[in-house]
Every structure is written in structure tokens, then in C-alpha cells.
């Protein structure tokens, strides 16, 4: 049983009047809206690059939207409630628990002032440090400052921005599993909450061994007492099935289910987030998004550095639990789930349970793992894994792994889903690649040649870097004679688009504050996840599988074509034409 305050677990619809409103023509990223009855209506046209105006004129009304003359979809005025909570009388307190470590310094107050920049957070609020360093309100701000950066597309007041985000940022000493610290904290808080209705978002940005603790010290001495608390955690959900199931148990002593906000930062990629639009949006797409026209669809993952800092950590998880089980895997579920009923959190997460729960138990000669080795190139050497001083010199650990998986339905019955991931290679990238079935009966194969696969239509979704969607296909190149040319179709984000992409956590805390969780991991989810990967670890690490050994900065090890091959397929992304 849950120990917060009744009124911090209380149901979707009662959160809608607790949650704090974000003011509505200053935040473009506000994806949650609420409609309920009310006689206040706004009208407003939002263009492309965020911005607002009441006067444009309509090309052509084809229904209740409007399309202007620029391309841009507009949607006619929206009702809004007229009581979510008054926002005067209403406060969200964000606590970043470890506010020390790198991920808080580099990824979450950032994020949270650029939310802060854009409008995006209410009119009060409050941020605090909490750490077992000792430091002072003024050094957390000096410490937080030097990463700050203002967005590129408007830097407009950016030094008087920072100031002012700064005087919201507080410290507060402690150690995670001290009730009296945390009281402490509570006190602090209540002070600048001020007597409002108090909402409390706390980020847990600490290992996984002293969640529990810092979970109960929060639940028990710093929880809200008359509005909503949530909790932000962070990977990894355990190591197993067992540690997972063990770390969910632990947490729900604690915090109801839907207090509990798994972060997957994948999850909150622009392109990631596109998916669904992209595919339940374009009628082109949809009814090709089976097994009657896809051969194979491939997730890669690739780094172009080692494990250079985190070598320790990173031996006792290895590339398939850092990447594939959480990242890749989530990544799938969207893309191969079922039209949910509707956009609620609760029906999409649903549906990717359903496609987890339909794949066919992973083997291990359906997976493929590498360690880099020290190489020498352009006169400059290169370390190998086990040269990091924090990881063992006998480690088997894998820095790369490629998979094979299958999903067991109608849709997606015998399509291959490859999935590969690593550290140390050729490139940087993260990308989805859908190849399609040959065309039975081509007029053109004899101006094709004999490689059909080059012939063959291929839809690529890069999420990083240089976001772009782009589709391959055939096309005759100009002249008299009749020759065919493979071109690209291309959506590159950054030319269509003059708005910078936010960065993920900037969406993911966004969406804690607004109680929308669509985009984080309910457990269920995790439990079907680690059930797919738990037997296949269990088995590499009991039998000692020794990783086959790929040169720093290559394209990783050559079992991995060996793998995609046993299925007819070539890895999109070591082809003439990527």
C-alpha cells in the first residue's frame, strides 16, 4: 500500500483538476490539453516556427481545419477548461535527487531551463538540489550555470532568462536514506510553496541501489500534502527479470503505479515520437506496414566512442541491458503496435504490451556479440575495452550485440527484426530501417542487374544525428537511353524546419509535470521486456560465450552479416548507399 497522501494517488480524471496550468500562449511543447465545458474560447494560429498571430488569411477551409498558405496545418479555436486549478494558488517543487552527478549537471537542469525559457513551466515553481555534497544554494547555481544555454533559434533577454531561472534553484544536503534530511527538505519546501496547492515532482537521478531508499525518505517525510507527487526513474529497472520484478515491488511499497514515472530518454526523441504521426497519419503508409509488404525492418545503434568514464558501470550491464532491452525495444513496440483506440497513455502502452508479449522467446544463436579491441589508425591508438582501468582485464562483457527477433502475429508473422548496437564504431547514428519486398514481376530487372536488393524500396527514419526521414526508390535518370538511378525522397528536419528539436528530457519532464505518460514505461511493459532478454543473458553469461573481438572505430564484428544473412537480409547501413 502506497504511503503518500491520498490526493497524490488519486485517479486521471481528479489529476486533470489538480494539475497545474501551463500557460497556454507561451508554451508551444504542451502536448496535454484538457476539454471540458466552459465560455472562454481562444482562436490563435500556431505556425511553424512556434510562433502565434490572429490574423492569416486561410487559402482554402476543407473542414474544421484550415490550411494556410504556407503549408501549415491550422486547428480553429479549442475550448478550454475554464477550472483546472487556479494558477495563482498553485506551486510544482521539482527535487533532483543526486543533483551532483553528471546526468542532473548536463541533461536535467538544462532541460528544465529551457522549459523555463520557452514558458513551459507555471508561474511558480521551484527547483531544488538534493545530494550528499556539501554545497550552498550559491554554488548549486554557479555549478548549474556554466551549462546552461539559451535556444539558438531566439537567445532573445537569454542573461536576464538565466538569472531568473537561477533564483528558483535551491540546495539542500543529505544523505538518500535519512528521514531527517528529508524532513528537512519538506520544511524547505513548504517555505517556498508559500501555502499554495503543492504539486512535487522528484528526479531520481541516482543509482538503482539507493532508489528504494530514497523513495521511502521522500514518501514518508516529503510528500504533498494537498497536491500530486510523482517520481522520475531512471535506468536501469534492475538486471533481470527477477531484480526488475524485485525493484518494481520495492517501489510500490511506496508510490502507487501511476506515481511512478520510468524514464526512457529514447522515448522522447523527436523521430521516435514521430512515429505513430507518421505512420497513423499518411494513408500511404498504413496499409503497408505488414508482413505482405515489408521483408525486414532493422533498429541500429551506433557510437563512434568507447566506454571512456563509465567502464565500471557499464561491465555490469554490457550493450544488450544498456540499449537493447530498453532503447531499441521500446522503439519496436511503436513501431510494430496495433492502431490504439485512441492517444491515451493507457491504450498506447497497451498496445505495446500486446506486440512484446507476441514475440517469439529469444535464442542465442539468434544474437551476435562483440568486444572492441585496441587498433591503431591514421598514427593514432585506440584502447581497447579491458584497457579502462575499471573493468576487469578477463571481461566478457559485450560492447556490441546484433539479434534476431520475430513477432508471433498476423500482422508481422516470419518479418525478421534485427537489432544491433554498439560502442566504438565506424559512425554515430540511430536509425530505423524498413526494407520492402521486391516488386514480383519488375519490367526493370534487367536495367536493375542481378542485386535486387539495390532495387528494392527502403524507408529510413534517422533519430540522431541530423534528424531526416527519407524513402528510397527507383527512378530513371534523364537522358535517351534507359537507365534507372535509386534516389531519396528526403525530409531533413533541420531544412524544413527552422525551430530547434528540443531535447528529449525537455518533453519527458514536460510530460511528468503534466501527468501525461504516454512516452514512460508502465511496469507491465518492463516485465514483458526483460522476459525476452532475461534467458538469452542468463545463458551468454553462464556458458562464458566469449565475445567475438572487432577493432575500435570499425563496423563491429562480422558475425553480424553472418546473422542478417542466415535471413536474407543486408544491414542497411554498410551499403554503397546509406
Not at 337 to 342: A, G, N, Q, R, W
Request: glycine residues 6%; hydrophobic residues 35%; neutral net charge.
Amino acid at each position: 500500500m502506497a504511503t503518500f497522501s491520498p490526493s497524490s494517488s488519486s485517479s486521471s480524471s481528479s489529476l486533470l483538476h489538480q494539475r497545474t496550468a501551463i500557460p497556454p500562449k507561451q508554451c508551444f511543447y504542451s502536448r496535454k490539453l484538457s476539454l471540458q465545458q466552459s465560455t472562454k474560447r481562444v482562436s490563435a494560429v500556431h505556425l511553424q516556427d512556434g510562433a502565434s498571430t490572429k490574423k492569416l488569411s486561410p487559402v482554402k477551409a476543407d473542414g474544421p481545419a484550415t490550411i494556410l498558405k504556407d503549408g501549415i496545418l491550422s486547428i480553429p479555436s479549442v475550448t478550454l477548461p475554464e477550472e483546472t486549478i487556479d494558477k495563482d494558488n498553485s506551486t510544482v517543487s521539482i527535487t533532483v535527487v543526486g543533483a551532483s552527478g553528471d546526468l542532473a549537471k548536463k541533461k536535467i537542469f538544462p532541460a528544465l531551463f529551457a522549459l523555463f525559457y520557452e514558458g513551459c513551466l507555471p508561474k511558480h515553481f521551484t527547483i531544488f538540489g538534493y545530494a550528499r555534497s556539501k554545497m550552498s544554494d550559491a554554488e548549486l547555481r554557479t555549478m548549474v550555470s556554466k551549462t546552461l544555454t539559451c535556444r539558438i533559434d531566439q537567445r532573445e533577454n537569454c542573461g536576464e532568462k538565466m538569472e531568473q531561472f537561477l533564483e528558483r534553484c535551491f540546495y539542500h544536503p543529505g544523505q538518500y536514506d535519512s528521514q531527517q534530511n528529508f524532513l528537512e527538505l519538506d520544511k524547505k519546501l513548504k517555505e517556498h510553496e508559500d501555502g499554495r496547492v503543492a504539486n512535487r515532482l522528484f528526479y531520481l537521478s541516482i543509482p538503482p541501489n539507493i532508489f528504494i531508499d530514497a523513495v521511502k525518505c521522500a514518501s514518508t517525510s516529503a510528500s504533498a500534502a494537498n497536491g500530486w507527487t510523482r517520481v522520475i526513474v531512471e535506468k536501469p529497472f534492475g538486471r533481470d527479470s527477477e531484480s526488475s520484478a524485485a525493484l518494481t515491488r520495492s517501489l510500490k511499497q511506496y508510490l502507487d503505479e501511476d506515481q511512478i514515472f520510468r524514464i526512457d530518454h529514447y522515448l522522447g526523441k523527436e523521430l521516435v515520437e514521430n512515429l505513430s504521426v507518421l505512420r497513423f497519419s499518411n494513408l500511404i503508409f498504413e496499409p503497408l506496414w505488414s508482413r505482405q509488404y515489408i521483408r525486414n525492418v532493422q533498429f541500429i545503434f551506433a557510437e563512434d566512442f568507447g566506454t571512456e568514464g563509465r567502464g565500471g558501470y557499464f561491465d555490469n550491464y554490457g550493450i544488450i541491458r544498456d540499449i537493447m532491452q530498453n532503447h531499441l525495444l521500446q522503439i519496436l513496440a511503436l513501431f510494430a503496435m496495433e492502431t490504439p483506440v485512441s492517444l491515451d497513455a493507457e491504450d498506447i502502452r497497451n498496445e505495446k504490451v500486446k506486440v512484446l508479449r507476441s514475440m517469439r522467446p529469444l535464442r542465442v544463436e539468434d544474437v551476435v556479440t562483440g568486444q572492441y579491441k585496441s587498433h591503431t589508425r591514421g598514427g593514432v591508438k585506440y584502447p581497447a575495452y579491458t584497457d579502462d582501468k575499471t573493468v576487469p582485464n578477463d571481461s566478457l562483457t559485450p560492447t556490441f550485440a546484433a539479434a534476431a527477433l520475430f513477432i508471433d502475429n498476423a500482422r508481422w508473422d516470419g518479418v525478421p527484426f534485427l537489432m544491433k548496437a554498439g560502442k566504438a564504431l565506424h559512425d554515430r547514428r540511430a536509425e530505423i530501417r524498413v526494407q520492402f519486398r521486391h516488386v514480383p514481376g519488375n519490367l526493370y530487372n534487367k536495367n536493375i542487374g542481378t542485386d535486387l536488393d539495390e532495387a528494392t524500396n527502403e524507408l529510413v527514419i534517422r533519430v540522431q544525428p541530423d534528424e531526416a526521414i527519407y524513402l528510397k526508390i527507383n527512378n530513371k535518370v534523364p537522358g535517351l537511353g534507359m537507365r534507372l538511378d535509386r534516389s531519396n525522397l528526403n525530409l531533413l528536419y533541420a531544412a524544413r524546419y527552422a525551430k530547434e528539436i528540443p531535447d528529449a528530457y525537455e518533453r519527458l519532464l514536460l510530460d511528468a509535470i503534466e501527468g501525461e505518460r504516454r512516452l514512460f514505461i508502465r511496469s507491465d511493459e518492463l516485465d514483458a521486456a526483460w522476459s525476452l532478454f532475461t534467458p538469452v543473458l542468463k545463458e551468454l553469461e553462464e556458458k562464458k560465450i566469449v565475445p567475438e573481438y572487432y577493432p575500435y572505430g570499425s563496423r563491429g564484428p562480422v558475425g553480424s552479416h553472418y546473422l542478417a544473412a542466415r535471413y536474407k537480409v543486408r544491414w542497411g547501413d554498410v551499403g554503397s548507399e546509406q
